[in-house]
């Protein structure tokens, strides 16, 4: 029997709200508890020109992200806690403890997993307003589970265990385990290069049957509030234990003003009388057209914040190509579902300030089914944020 979602969001919340009275306090000197307030708002807001072909999508506007989060040292353990409170209902994101050693750090709560270079850059950092489509697809996101991270002359090595469950999201079960390594062998300010692979073994209960959310990938082309033309590309409900197997591979680097990045993935689903195989890839680049340079994090293999320049901020023109495409059938049988989608986004972004942000994308989409070899829809986006951290 699982406990009411509900109470643990109003424990989080409690939680927050305890620590951040008692932990400020004695934040000052070298003490065993600080704690660190930070927190990020994102509004969003998309314009449709949506095609004759399913049901159009609405243009929206809305808080995409209300995160609060407090961190700090305690007794020799470091901690997170970090909620959103921009919907209806408070969910959790990072909730853990680690612990320091000579040859690594040691996570243990809920957090993100170690799976793609997409997953591993924060949303504050992102080119564009909407991740890969092979991000959204395969990353499993926040999840309970333990982990590793060591870091050394470039090269990181993560892993880990975790629950297919989180704190809000107990309907999907089973159980997993990922790993990401990385290298940087040129990693000067303006000069660099970055290798990775990354991989994970998943195992759902049952999805579909007995209470167990259905497994399904589910594609929505041109952002979040596109969902009415939302693409179903593989489907696993039929209550039979599923075993999903993904690796990817990375590239990225920077060069001066200029700056790249793109991944390949593939997935197989196996429930034992039907097979799916997904297939991801994206290429992005982006130029800082005030001379900055994209930071890169060594420690922890991936980008980070742009720092403007000029008093004017600095301004940014990017673009990514991006596609996914899954094929489903029963074992020994043909196949019975095969789509695909794919899309070009081009985007301009402002950063007035290191912690303030304008971003503008366009994007223009297209989901196909290849087995009639028809384009099931065409969906165009203008889609925008104001972005806020701290």
Known sequence: MHPDPRASRYALAAVLLLLAGTALADSDGDRPVTAKVGGRLH????????????????????????????????????????????????????????????????????????????????????????????????????RLGAAWLSARDGYTLGGGVYSLESIDVWQTRGRAAAMRASHAPWREAGHVLHVGVSAAREDYDHPGAGGAAALRVRVRPAGVFSDNSRLTVLDFADGRDTRVSKASLELAGVNGAFSYQGEAAVARYA???????????????????????????????????????????????????????????????????DRAVDAWTAGVNWYPRPHLRLMLDYTDSRSRDRQLGTVLDRTRAVAGRLQVDF
């Open 271 to 337: 429930d034992g009388q039907q097979t799916g195989r997904l297939t991801a890839a994206y290429l992005q680049a982006a130029w800082m057209l005030t001379g900055e340079i994209r930071p890169y994090d060594a420690k922890h293999g991936r980008f980070g914040r742009i720092q403007p320049a000029a008093r004017g901020g600095a301004w940014e023109v990017a673009l990514r190509y991006d596609a996914l495409g899954g094929r489903q059938r029963v074992d020994g049988g043909p196949t019975q579902r």
């Open 43 to 142: 509004w969003d807001i998309a314009r449709f020109d949506n095609d004759a072909r399913g049901t159009p999508n609405a243009d929206d506007a809305d808080l995409r992200a209300a995160w609060l989060d407090l961190s700090g040292r305690f007794y020799g353990l470091g901690y997170k806690l970090e909620a959103d409170f921009a919907g209806d209902e408070v969910l959790a994101r990072d909730v853990y403890l680690t612990r320091k050693f000579a040859a690594g750090t040691l996570t243990l709560g809920q957090f993100k997993q170690y799976v793609t270079l997409d997953d591993r850059v924060s949303s504050n950092h992102t080119v564009f307003v909407e991740r890969s489509y092979l991000g959204q697809a395969l990353a499993p996101t926040y």
